[in-house]
């Protein structure tokens, strides 16, 4: 019963996470088209809410979840190589989230140099991810 308690808190916790990965890239792409100094602030202001009130949260959530489904089936890694690959996956997935912790703070102090495009592009990395994780662990395909 505890095992499908942590999946449940797992997938909640993923779902946050993944919600504030699909919004911030967005308002990245309006704070790149604000002209305006209010404008400006306000989307630093979101940006960073959203990234440390609940992105940061969500994210040590589904780690502490996911760790601890892990420790309780270890034989989880001699179930197939779909793990490993969707391990891969999360930690790429890490990386992607700093790196929007480290646009947050440049968009904060004002320096950004990407246009609006770049971050229609950059939104669509979770989707992939996402797409991918998914597959793997329902289809299991190797």
Known sequence: MLYLWLKALHIISMVCWFAGL????????????SEDTVSKERFSIMERKLYRG????????TLIFGIALIWLNPSIFSQGAWIHAKLTLVVILIGYHHMCGAQVKR??????????VFYRWFNEVPVLILLAIVILVVVRPF
């Open 22 to 33: 699909f919004y911030l890239p967005r308002l990245f792409v309006y704070h790149a088209q």
């Open 54 to 61: 609940i992105m940061g949260p969500a994210m040590i959530a």
């Open 107 to 116: 968009f904060a102090r004002g320096e950004n140099t990407r246009s609006h």
